[in-house]
Structures are given as C-alpha cells and as structure tokens.
C-alpha cells in the first residue's frame, strides 16, 4: 500500500471518502497478509532503548524465530520492542514486516523492514493485526499494546478468531494484571469464567516463549 502523502487531512474527508479508505486499507492488507503463510507479532512500547534487557530479549527471540522457523515477523513498524523484533528478524535475514499507522507527530519507521504496510486509522490497522499471525507476543507497553492485548483476548474469548497462543512476556510487569484479572473479574465481580485466564501466558523464558511459537498451528 503506498503512503498517504497527505496523512493528516483524513478529518476532512467526506463520510463517503471514509469508507472508500477504510474498506482499501483492509482491502489491501489482507491481501498482503496472505502472501505469508507463517508469522508472529510482537507488541512492546516504542520507548524502550537498546540497552534495554526487553528490547534486547525481544531481538534475540525474533531473530531465532526468523532463522529456525521461518517466520515472518511483524511489528506496528515503530521503535522500541517494534524496531528490537524487526532487528532481530532482518538481521537474521528474515522477513521483517510493519503495519504502520500515520500520526500527527509522525513516528518514523524503524530501518529494518523488509516490507511494510499504511494505515491512518488504528481500528483498521488493528484489525489486521489480529489476523495477521500464529502467535502474539506481549512485551510491556503503555496504552497501545493494553489496548491491543484486550482486543486479541477478546476475540479468542469470543471465539472471532481461533485459540491464537497469547505470550506476555515480563512477570514483573504482567503478574500485578493478571491478579487483578483473577481477583476482580474472576473471584469478585465474575465477570469472566475460570478458563479465560488460561487464553495468555507469562513468562520470561526465552526457550518456552519459542516453543509455544514453534509448536501454534497454522491458522486457516
């Protein structure tokens, strides 16, 4: 999909003009996602720095996804743990995709893409994030990646999308969510059922986070 070289007048469009972007954005993506029969996607804060031990986990797994398994990687394009997983894959002289969204103050794409794809609405973007892999791969983050987690465990709750392994890697950052998870919604307000909290994992174990990635089915 080539860039929108006028990325910030969408507010001007008509409701007509909207649609037209919206039904090409999804057009377009899902015939890209479909070139590529195996992926994962990592999801992270585009704040974290190389030196980081998550931006630095986050390299290191992709580039073993990409070298021993083969698999496409894909990222919001960005920096941070986007750029880590891209790195780590295009370093490894695998494919390094991003599914990048335009921004009033524009976030430049990380350099390690092999291949890339535009969006100016998030809810697109988003859409085609979450069928767009075997595995999903949580690092911390801020409202974004919560707020794209949430998305992704809803539609395998659902059942919108089949039972996608979902990997929150950092228990120090993870374990406070998913006590309140257990506590508040399951045990006090019951708004969840028991196996609900059994659709993610965390851990911090490179070699399980790898394997779970190795052992997902292809999804149709």
Do not use: C
Not at 44 to 52: E, I
Not at 62 to 69: N, R
């Amino acid at each position: 999909m080539e860039k929108n070289p006028h990325p910030f007048t969408i507010e001007h469009l008509t409701d007509k003009e909207r649609l037209l972007l919206v039904h090409k954005e999804l057009e377009d993506g899902f015939h890209y996602v479909h070139s590529y029969t195996k992926s994962v996607t990592f999801f992270g804060s585009a704040r974290f720095k190389r030196l980081d031990p998550y931006y630095q986990k986050a390299e290191r797994l992709a580039s073993k996804v990409a070298k021993e398994l083969n698999y496409v990687v894909v990222t919001g394009g960005g920096p941070g743990i986007m750029e880590a997983a891209n790195k780590g894959a295009y370093e490894a002289g695998g494919k390094s995709i991003g599914f990048t969204i335009n921004l009033p103050h524009e976030q430049e794409d990380n350099k390690y893409l092999t291949g890339k794809v535009d969006f100016n609405f998030f809810f697109t973007r988003k859409t085609l994030m979450s069928f767009a892999a075997e595995t999903y791969v949580f690092f911390p983050g801020g409202f974004g990646t919560f707020d794209e987690l949430f998305e992704v465990l809803t539609l395998v709750q659902t059942g919108k999308i089949e039972k996608v392994p979902i990997v929150l890697v950092g228990k120090e950052f993870w374990q406070p969510l998913d006590d309140i998870i257990k506590s508040e919604m399951l045990n006090h307000h019951k708004t969840i059922e028991e196996e609900d909290t059994h659709i993610y994992t965390i851990t911090d174990d490179e070699n399980e986070i790898f394997e779970i990635i190795k052992n997902a089915p292809v999804r149709n």
